[in-house]
């Protein structure tokens, strides 16, 4: 037996070095040109000789309006490359809100809460049930202290509150972590999707800090989970117009107003997924802060896919038979969310594969049009783009679906499942807790690359490409700091409640 | 006296349901077993009230008062797990950290009305109870219930199921509490069953005349009973009992000899006089550390003469040769359903609790009540320390049809000074 396994084994380590060879030219292709070129110029120059050269050198007609000329017509070029060029956008540093320990949901205090409310629907507590030991939560993640009320007691105050807690918090962590002065902000991003008062969340910010009268804020609602990718899309966008600016953005979402009060099951599924949590995140694009920035953005994506209708209804906010409002997940979401990660892909792709991937992928599209349909088509191995990846953590659902997709390792999507674990479904803010999952585990050494993947109501689907600016170091402080020694666990396919 | 706890027309109204669990996860799996003593009080619940000052509780916020709650589920995790059973039907605790009730009420009176009433059991009202089952899975052990005076005061109420614990441990409880709420650290040694110090089982294997077999109730842990019961409550001074009851003992079994022969009296001669009674007391021999756990001693009174009759001296001395049949208890305990107090006419000894010391703003509570809920059809007298040193507050459960000859009586003897009706 061992020897059959030893041509085999044999035989794919063979394969393993042809494709890193094949890689390894491909991605390093005009480098690889280039000695070729280098060495003949060099054997030409040693054959001709010091007089020959100077030969040709005399043969140049230099005069005063040529030599001039030419200095402009470079000193020209190279201005208009160095403005035209987008401003780097740094992200400086960010911070998680961590909730009080005394918001943490047990299961079985879930469960039992969920009996006492549909005490007259027991299939619909079954479901809930079901959902629940399924859904790779873990035992502490937290509700805002409205929820915990049987029944629950979402009043517009509450609610208030609460986005005041979980903002507030956030905030005063980020000013102390980059000495930031609040008087000193640009630009203002908040995005809450279901919680838009009047005044705005944005507005409530900027009373509460004393910003500066000529701030630019905005205020981004109904937007969905991926509404934290948009934010930074529009802060980056604000920072190429704006010299010299530092813009902060505020991802989050208010759970108090949006618990679903009926028994329709497709809408029972956010009660169970969704729980507390924020992000605040400092942006700028000053040369200063080079040093001291932990990522530099380098792309990013945004996919819409509301121009078909199935994708469009997928995640629908509408009021139920006896007038409860919920958000309605249909049964195809994971296929439309598939679809709209390949819509993506396909722009992505091409910003950040390696060479080597793309002519691969290449060439089966081109065999799969032209010669054989049937062929499997190619998916492009990010692994070889990316060191880290950050996938929303939706549900267990989302994160399975896109590691079967992109052929993704255990150990790649352990940031995403564990904040699912830890802290359930916290929407837009939910790629922060991956990012310092990361962090906090001390696997972000300068140079490497994230992405972050958001998917969204709409239906959306985007995605952030950051490059890692210096090694970090493993943080003291920051939502992991008390359990990151725990993590990762094991989480089983059905808990036992 | 049945006290489903149902939003009524009182003035004890607008009751909020939540709940507090611990901050830390218990693992998955864990349980805790329950001892054939344990098991025995089942179908009983203590009732807890203590009621602080608008002075001291004034300022203190909801989160306030839930908040100190949580480091001590982290320390005793069991009690806020909840009820099961084993494959033999033998209930355990699975510490699931479902937590416990915490109800919050207004009441629309100022706490100087409130305890103007000098019959203190209108202090019931104060506690939200509910009775474990009919699903035990779903059933909390512990029921908090913070009210609010019109004043500012604030009265906290526990249903406390006594499966988990005697009236030492919801004082013991109490006080981690206050102490957590005042910034302390709080730490509970954990406690095993092997060191229960349990006096030797008695050889002749008779059964404990102190509990009361009861037709099996089920997954519904509410004492059967036949009579409706009603409770009364009255201050007593030591003093009094010293000087006007000249016999040898300590208060409590000169208070209990006195209220033994009014019930003797009042219930006629002959064979309705209760000749065995139950005297629950504290064990002098208590195990330190304090835990939360079923350590009072349950002993039994036998007497061959007619109560109604006897010296006083004769009865206290009878009271003072109590035998402890914890033992006997603990071995058949798990066997069926039964009734502790109220099996046979129990007199309940907490006047050595602490409960005063449970100090909010270094004040203490103004006023405590405590009391059992499912006391069977031979009544219970509980024995409370009082917010005067010198005093006592005495709780008596009886049959409805009982309680106003019993009253009588004890005003006939001297004990209770006057007696306005309906008081």
Not at chain 1, 201 to 222: C, E, Q
Not at chain 2, 120 to 132: A, F, I, M, N, T
Request: proline letters at 6%; hydrophobic letters at 40%; glycine letters at 6%.
């Amino acid at each position: 037996m061992p020897r059959e396994q030893m041509p085999e084994f044999s035989s794919s380590v063979k394969l393993k070095y042809v494709k890193l060879g094949f890689q390894y030219l491909v991605d390093h292709f005009l480098s690889l040109l280039l000695i070729p070129i280098m060495a003949i110029i060099a054997i030409e120059l040693l054959r001709m000789g010091p007089e020959e050269i100077l030969n040709v050198w005399k043969s140049l007609h230099f005069d005063l309006v040529y030599l001039l000329c030419s200095c402009f017509f470079v000193i020209f070029i190279s201005s208009v490359y160095f403005i035209s060029k987008p401003r780097t956008v740094y992200l400086v540093d960010y911070c998680c809100y961590k909730p009080p320990v005394s918001c943490r949901v047990p299961f079985a205090t879930f469960m039992e809460h969920s009996r006492l409310i549909l005490n007259d629907k027991p299939k619909s507590v079954e479901f809930q049930m079901r959902i629940l030991e399924r859904s790779g939560l873990g035992e502490e993640t937290c509700l805002p202290p409205a929820i915990h009320y049987i029944p629950p007691t979402p009043t517009m105050d509450e609610a208030r509150s609460e986005a005041q807690m979980v903002i507030f918090t956030a905030m005063d962590d980020l000013f102390k972590k980059t000495d930031l002065m609040p008087k000193d902000i640009d630009i203002l991003i908040v995005n809450c999707s279901l919680f838009s008062p009047t005044p705005s969340l944005s507005a409530m910010v900027i009373n509460k800090y004393k910003l500066r009268s000529n701030i630019k804020s905005f205020n981004l609602s109904g937007m969905g989970c991926s509404a934290g990718l948009i934010s930074v899309d529009l802060a980056r966008d604000l920072l190429q117009v704006h010299p010299n600016s530092n813009a902060i953005i505020v991802s989050t979402e208010i759970i108090t107003p949006n618990y679903y009060k009926g028994n329709e099951r497709a809408m029972l599924l956010p009660n169970c997924l969704f729980r507390m949590g924020s992000a605040a995140i400092l942006m700028s694009n000053h040369r200063s802060d080079r040093w001291r920035a932990k990522y530099k953005l380098s792309h990013l994506v945004r996919t819409h896919r509301g121009a078909d209708d199935k994708s469009y209804y997928c995640v629908y906010e509408q009021e139920d038979k006896d007038g409860n409002i919920g958000i309605n997940l249909s049964k195809d979401l994971m296929a439309i969310a598939g679809e709209a990660l390949k819509a993506n892909i396909t722009t992505i792709g091409p910003l950040v594969l390696p060479a080597s991937e793309q002519l691969l992928f290449l060439l089966s599209l081109i065999g799969r049009k032209i010669f054989n349909p049937k062929w499997k088509p190619y998916i492009p191995d990010f692994k070889l783009a990316f060191e880290h990846f950050c996938i929303h953590a939706g549900g267990r659902a989302v994160i399975d679906e896109l590691q079967k997709n992109l052929q993704l390792s255990g150990e790649h999507v352990e940031a995403s499942r564990m904040t699912l674990h830890r802290f359930g479904n916290t929407s837009s803010s939910s790629l922060w807790y991956e990012l310092s999952y990361i962090e906090s585990k001390g696997r972000m050494r300068r140079g490497d690359r994230v992405w972050q993947i958001a998917f969204g109501s709409g239906f959306k689907c985007n995605s952030a490409v950051w490059k890692c600016n210096r090694t970090i170091k493993t943080p003291k402080d920051g939502p992991w700091s008390d359990c990151i020694d725990r993590y990762p666990v094991f989480i089983p396919e059905v808990v036992k409640l | 006296m049945s006290q489903l706890q149902e939003e009524g027309s009182g003035p004890v109204h607008g009751f909020l349901l939540s709940t507090v669990s611990s901050t830390q996860p218990t693992e998955t799996g864990t349980t805790h077993e329950r001892t054939g003593l344990d098991l025995a009080m089942k179908l009983h619940y203590v009732k807890a009230v203590c009621i602080y000052s608008a002075e001291a509780a004034r300022e203190l916020t909801v989160m306030h008062v839930k908040g100190p709650f949580f480091p001590i589920f982290n320390q005793i995790p069991w009690i806020s797990g909840r009820l099961s059973r084993h494959d033999s039907g033998r209930p355990f605790i699975k510490c699931n950290d479902c937590g416990t009730r915490f109800v919050e009420s207004q009441c629309d009176l100022t706490e100087e009305e409130w305890l103007r009433v000098s019959d203190r059991s209108v202090d019931e009202s104060l506690v939200y109870h509910q009775p474990v089952g009919p699903e035990l899975a779903y059933s909390p052990l512990i029921y908090i219930q913070m009210t609010r005076f019109k004043c500012g005061g604030l009265a906290l109420g526990f249903s406390w199921a006594h499966i988990i614990g005697d009236a030492l441990s919801v004082s013991h409880f109490l006080n981690l509490w206050a102490r957590a709420l005042a910034g302390e650290e709080v730490y509970c040694p954990k406690t095993t069953d092997s060191e229960r110090g349990l006096p030797n089982p008695n050889p002749t294997g008779k059964e404990p005349g102190s509990i009361k077999r009861v037709d099996p109730v089920g997954d519904l842990w509410v004492a059967p009973s036949d009579s409706k019961m009603t409770t009364h409550s009255f201050n007593v001074t030591v003093k009094n009992i010293k000087t006007n009851f000249g016999a040898n003992g300590n208060e409590f079994e000169i208070l209990s000899g006195i209220i033994w022969r009014c019930i003797a009296q009042a219930r006629g001669g002959g064979g309705s006089e209760p000749v065995t009674i139950t005297i629950i007391r504290s064990d002098p021999n208590g195990l330190k550390p304090r835990a939360v756990r079923n350590s009072q001693m349950i002993s039994s009174v036998h007497v061959d003469f007619s109560v109604a009759e006897a010296k006083l001296e004769e009865i206290v001395k009878s009271i003072g040769k109590a035998t402890d049949e914890r033992s006997e208890i603990d071995e058949i305990g798990e066997s069926d359903d039964f009734i502790v107090y109220g099996a046979k006419l129990t007199f309940v000894d907490l006047s050595e609790v602490d409960f005063y010391e449970a100090k909010i703003k270094e004040t203490s509570p103004v006023s405590v009540y405590c009391n059992v809920q499912g006391i069977g059809d031979e009544g219970a007298v509980v024995v409370l320390p009082a917010a005067v040193e010198e005093e006592r507050v005495v709780t008596v459960t009886l049959p409805e049809d009982e309680m106003e000859k019993v009253k009588w009586e004890l005003k006939k003897c001297g004990l209770i000074k006057t007696l306005i009706n309906g008081e």
